[in-house]
């Protein structure tokens, strides 16, 4: 099976930018789609954004306002996701999943990643 490790977070202050990264290991990740979520202390996982096989087809959360960009290299068995104009709001786990299918939403994931600390200073 396909295990996912994310990277990329940290602190930094509201307008500013983080940019994501999710490794995937073994030889099936082009199979997969594949999505990011997260999570905030005492707060519900919440959908963030999902990305088709090819990544040719994305679909992100409401509350995103094209603010944040998934992006996927599967030479590099890798997904992205681009964070501008990062809130106070943002701040939260973000961890990464695969989904055999397309979805826009939490369902169809299998087990969510570790994650990687987002915090937005105000």
């Known amino acids: 099976q396909v295990q996912v490790a994310e990277s990329g977070g940290g602190l930094v202050q509201a307008g500013n930018s983080l940019r994501l990264s999710c490794a995937a290991s073994g030889q099936s990740f082009h199979n997969y789609v594949a999505g990011w979520s997260r999570q905030a202390p005492g707060k519900e996982r919440e959908f963030v954004a999902v990305i088709s096989f090819s990544g040719d087809w994305t679909y992100y959360a409401d509350f995103v306002q094209g603010r944040f960009t998934i992006s996927r290299d599967n030479a590099k068995n890798t997904m992205y996701l681009q964070m501008n104009s990062l809130k106070p709001e943002d701040t939260a786990v973000y961890s990464c999943?695969?989904?055999?299918?397309?979805?826009?939403?939490?369902?169809?994931?299998?087990?969510w990643g570790q994650g990687t600390q987002v915090t937005v200073s105000s």
């Open positions: 999943a695969l989904s055999p299918r397309l979805t826009r939403g939490l369902d169809g994931f299998g087990t």
